[in-house]
């Protein structure tokens, strides 16, 4: 499964990304509008909505000349796609009730951000970061807690291979100064399950390391 958009994954990225544009409003919306709404081209809005039409899942209305659309919340797929959508939520809900179980408070947790190099396989992983920090050391018994509880609840809610990498938040720090692409990027857009929000201890590490230092050197 997507994690970062498990309808999509199921119900296709255009059929996704038009429920969603239209799942907060409540009146008949146009074609040209939900495409806006939506991020899809025109044409592709307009496949998608037919097909939404021609199973029930949206109700088609003539404003004059042109077609509007609303979403039929009585059909009976309509809860199924609410939970598909909601998905990823349910899945990071269930991670952090987990990890507090089993990780010391101090230690971040997060899910990693898609990266736009993986594909295949490593699409469909669920990637977890855990930052430790310097006053905690974790015994092994923790390490392998986080990393079963982790497994057990995220893979077989998604079926998806999880892998989890420790590090220490001194590597983290030396890390960022260096500019490294996964911590910057897909570690600074993650989503913490645990512990201190990972993206917060990023950008202050990153403001750390840009400021000047309190005794420059003089000439």
Excluded at 14 to 32: G, K, M, N
Excluded at 46 to 55: D, G, H, N, P, Y
Aim: hydrophobic share 45%.
């Amino acid at each position: 499964m997507l994690l970062h958009d498990p309808g999509a994954d199921v119900l296709g990225a255009d059929v996704t990304h038009i429920i969603r544009a239209l799942r907060q409003r409540s009146e008949p919306t146009l074609t040209a509008v939900v495409a806006t709404a939506a991020g899809v081209s025109a044409p592709r809005t307009r496949a998608a909505l037919k097909e939404l039409v021609s199973i029930g899942v949206m109700t088609l209305t003539k404003v004059g000349r042109a077609n509007a659309y609303t979403i039929n919340r009585t059909h009976v797929a309509w809860d199924g796609i609410q939970l598909l959508l909601d998905a990823r939520l349910l899945v990071l809900r269930q991670a952090r009730r987990v990890c507090e179980q089993v990780a010391p408070a101090g230690v971040s947790i997060a899910l990693c951000a898609p990266s736009g190099a993986l594909r295949g396989a490593w699409e469909r992983s669920a990637r977890f970061i855990v930052v430790v920090p310097e006053s905690t050391e974790l015994r092994a018994d923790v390490i392998e807690g986080v990393t079963r509880v982790l497994r057990d609840t995220v893979g077989s809610m998604t079926g998806n291979t999880v892998a989890v990498t420790f590090i220490a938040e001194d590597d983290l720090r030396e890390r960022v100064r260096n500019g490294d692409k996964v911590a910057k990027e897909e570690w600074f857009r993650s989503a913490t399950v645990h512990g201190p929000d990972l993206s917060q201890i990023i950008l202050e590490m990153t403001r750390q390391t840009a400021r000047p230092t309190d005794n420059p050197v003089r000439t």
